[in-house]
């Protein structure tokens, strides 16, 4: 079950955190990860796979660079002729009340969680098509669905993910591509230690399931959706949250 063996996936913000553990559980499937993130960050990441026997290699690329996220997919295009999985995974926060957010602050979270998702899924959408197969899975938050006070910019670009996942699910239904999106709860990375570490019990406490969720919680999400036994599932949103949005 849940086997990627012969799958190219591209995992975007794999350095640390969720992305890490997701290109991690792809690369333990059989699938050939390329992790991406700035600079060398997730060269790590990379070579954590390759020592365990998995195939990966490390990306350079900031996905607010449209440019770069081109010319990233045309070489995997170029180097293994296919790519089966896209998972737009690297995010960021800039946490303010909306009467002191500052307009950078909106673009940059706009720009990092919502507009890169559009131009990653442009630049794999037709390979994906023509080979009438493809996994497109986008983690959002369960802020998308429910708000958050301070955090406007990030609410809107994790809801923005979910529509835009449904309307992309639409149009590429009929070629058996499915796009999907996993929206965790609170889970337990950098983006959440500065919140987290003070209260983690007054968190816990909000948390039907009693703790806050570990990556891995989140990497089985996707690369369940990434399978084949997922193929009927598409437009979903799969919420990873320990219960706290129902
Ligand atoms: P994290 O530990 O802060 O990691 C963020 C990742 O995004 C890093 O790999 C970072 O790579 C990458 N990234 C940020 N800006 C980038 C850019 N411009 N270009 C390329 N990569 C970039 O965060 P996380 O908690 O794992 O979050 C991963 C995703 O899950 C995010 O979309 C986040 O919104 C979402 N999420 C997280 C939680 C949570 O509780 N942690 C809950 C719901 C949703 P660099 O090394 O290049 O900085």
């Known amino acids: 079950m849940f086997t990627l063996s012969g799958k190219v996936a591209i995992v975007t913000g794999a350095s640390r955190g969720i992305g890490r553990a997701v290109a991690t559980l792809l690369a333990a499937r059989g699938a050939h990860v390329l992790a991406a993130a700035r600079g060398d960050h997730a060269a790590e990441t990379a070579a954590a796979i390759q020592q365990t026997g998995g195939r990966a290699e490390a990306v350079s690329l900031d996905v607010t660079d449209s440019a770069a996220i081109e010319g ?6 170029d180097r293994h002729g296919r790519v089966d999985v896209l998972v737009n995974n690297a995010g960021i926060t800039r946490d303010q009340l909306l009467l002191r957010m500052k307009r950078d602050e909106w673009d940059q979270v706009i720009a990092t969680n919502l507009t890169a998702a559009f131009v990653c899924a442009q630049a794999v959408i037709r390979p994906m098509i023509k080979q009438r197969s493809g996994r497109i ?3 959002s938050s369960v802020v998308g669905q429910t708000g958050n006070a ?3 910019n990030y609410a809107a670009s994790k ?3 979910i529509g835009f996942t449904k309307a992309l699910a639409r149009e590429v239904a009929s070629r058996s591509v499915t796009v999907n999106v996993v929206a965790p709860g609170l889970i337990d990375t950098d983006m959440t230690r500065a919140i987290t570490g003070k209260a983690q019990g007054d968190w816990a406490a909000r948390i039907p399931l009693g703790r806050l969720g570990e990556p891995s919680d989140v990497a089985a999400a ?3 959706l990434a399978s084949d036994e997922a193929a009927y599932i598409t437009g979903q ?3 990873v949250n320990g219960g706290m949005y129902m």
């Not at 990233?72 to 295009?77: D, I, K, P, Y």
Request: proline share 0%.
């Open 237 to 239: 949103v799969l919420a």
């Open 159 to 161: 809801a923005g993910l």
């Open 137 to 139: 899975i986008s983690v």
């Open 150 to 152: 301070g955090q406007a």
């Open 222 to 224: 996707v690369c369940f």
């Open 72 to 77: 990233m997919v045309a070489s995997v295009l």
